[in-house]
């Protein structure tokens, strides 16, 4: 499995997570890498991306409140999330995808565009009221 990722659970709403994504067989700085989430019963949207120049893409719902980064010398993607909201909840999927097939030299959260690459198996992150 190429992308391995760790640190869901469950918090209070107002709580803070940092979700980690180990990459191994390929180097995370050749490639967009981003977060997407999937909530029982609804489709998978993206949650932040970031390019290899550092270039970052946010959904609307979590802008402010998510940061995304990576630590090329670790090969390790991460998103930080505070001020968690019961809608925060659901699967969160890591995602790699070669950055030769982005359109443009920009973050993205195109679902069809991470679909070519490689995707983690996931970790559940769960948000109480």
């Known amino acids: 499995v190429p992308l391995v990722e760790s640190g869901g659970g469950s918090v209070q709403a107002g709580g803070s997570l940092r979700l980690s994504c180990a990459a191994a067989?390929?180097?995370?700085?050749?490639?967009?890498v981003g977060w997407f989430r999937q909530a029982p019963g609804k489709e998978r949207e993206g949650v932040a991306s970031i390019d290899a120049d550092g270039s970052t893409d946010y959904a609307d719902s979590v802008s402010g409140r998510f940061t995304i980064s990576q630590d090329n010398a670790k090969n390790t993607l991460y998103l930080q999330m505070n001020n968690l909201k019961p809608e925060d909840t659901g699967m969160y999927y890591c995602a790699a995808v070669e950055s030769a097939r982005v359109p443009g030299p920009w973050a993205t959260l195109d679902l069809g565009l991470f679909n070519l690459g490689h995707w983690g198996q996931g970790t559940q992150v769960t948000v109480s009221s």
């Open positions: 067989g390929f180097t995370f700085s050749d490639y967009l």
